[in-house]
């Protein structure tokens, strides 16, 4: 990537922007020498990630918050997680489509996020992308993660704060995920609101976190309710974060979970080359044989590589 | 674990094997102490992985499966794996309730496997509970995964074949997971075959892999419809590999991913202690500063420690 492309990410150019995002998409080794590049220009954005099952309407809100962010006129990044599955890919790229009318606007950068990560997974090519945004000066990130398996927790290693997404027909389910939700959870939207027992919903998550101290907001993202005093509320969240030295501490936590991944792809790529040789061979025929366990071997492997 | 508790595992005594099962679920350390004398007696099961999006009817086919295998007088171990997520754990342990007919079977071990993997993640977990049964005499294991996000792939890496459950209401979509399905799947179910449609999905699959050697079957769990077939299908397939040497070479893979997951989680521990000083910590703050780039810090720090 030239220089001249360089100082085109860094004034905000879709393009450029575009281009350096599909490199990341790839897990093209030549990403890393651009992003060292842009890194001292990163640093401004808020980074909000949204999570919830698929069908409580978390595109919609989206889109919603970003009209609502243009009309206070931030800039917008948004990324959605695709996690490259046999069964979801049809879904999330779908969605997309409901937020053409961003499309047309400077000010918002929208992009499907499809990776399976070639070096050090999802996460590291999601915080690439996030980089990326953030030196193209994009002041919000939206990165939308469908919250299913592990996902909705590598999500809180990414995001300066997470907003999850439920709806008032899970009822009696979010019982259950009281222990999921206090872990990951900065602020819970009750969408749909406009379907029946949203109220009874949001009394219900405020007796089970009447101890924490959540936000919790009830929105129709289809019928365009309540979005700006959930954008409030992500911005009185994030100002008393900065004020009790929380959201200090979340960013340093973040630079250390890259770090750490980071560190650990690294190890990674070195024990690869480490057992090229046939050493490893002999002990999966070993294993294979049954003449010595897995735990074992990896002993007796450790020893000799010196680890 | 004392050695009578080892002897009664590998007798296949239920309460034994529901003992060691919990400690797994936990990420007992005491776990590969027990593994390392068990694992000698492993490598007779045939491990079936089952995948596929919600509402497909995985665990009524696995119910019935197990019923027809059964009937052929195989001794059958299921794990149904939960994700331990924020939003599917409810589903997965109802399903479980259907299969009650089998928990008064001593033939049949049944477990919805809910870890989050202490050490190496959730497939290191479900690994050691397939050694288990192993070791516990079950001779067909199944383990059933909701096909999200990455999970299917790495079902790939821990079963000896891999069967993927759709239904006619998939219509156009499996267009789209051709190339996911023909990377893990060796058998294609169109279950739910009582539902319209399903002959047109059957076709449609069969187009789409004229070239592979899939076995594609349609049944309906629900009215018990050619069960035997799916079944019969399995063996064959099985059958098949042994012949073509394809399961010599997918046990020996299977032996070497668990043998290079291990040794990882071994790295990382090593790795852990190295950066345990206070280096670690100058680094985050330095890249929260934007005074260095995360990707140049750990080039640093990889050198300090003779990675």
Known sequence: MTGSAIKQILKGDGRAVASLMSLIEDGDP?????????YPHTGKAHVIGVTGAAGTGKSSLIDRMTAEYRRRKKTVGILA????????????LGDRVRMREHFVDDGVFIRSF??????GGVSAAVREAIHLLDA??????????????????EIAALAHMVVVVLTPQMGDEVQGMKAGLAEIADILVVNKADLAGADETVQQLEALFVDEDFHIVATSAIKNQKIDLLVECIEQHRKESVDNGKYQSKRLNLCRQELLSLLR???????????ADDSLETQVKLIAERQIDPYSAVDKMAKRIGI
Chains 1, 2 share one sequence.
Request: charged letters at 25%; zero cysteines; a positive charge.
């Open 136 to 153: 193209a000066g994009k002041e919000v990130i939206f990165v939308e993660t469908i919250g299913v398996g592990q996902d909705q927790l």
């Open 81 to 92: 997680v695709d996690p490259s599955s046999l069964f979801s890919t049809g879904a999330v």
């Open 30 to 38: 030549k990403v890393k020498a651009v992003l060292k590049r842009i």
């Open 114 to 119: 499809a990776t399976r990560g070639s070096h």
């Open 265 to 275: 792809e690294k190890v990674f790529a070195e024990l690869a080359k480490k057992i």
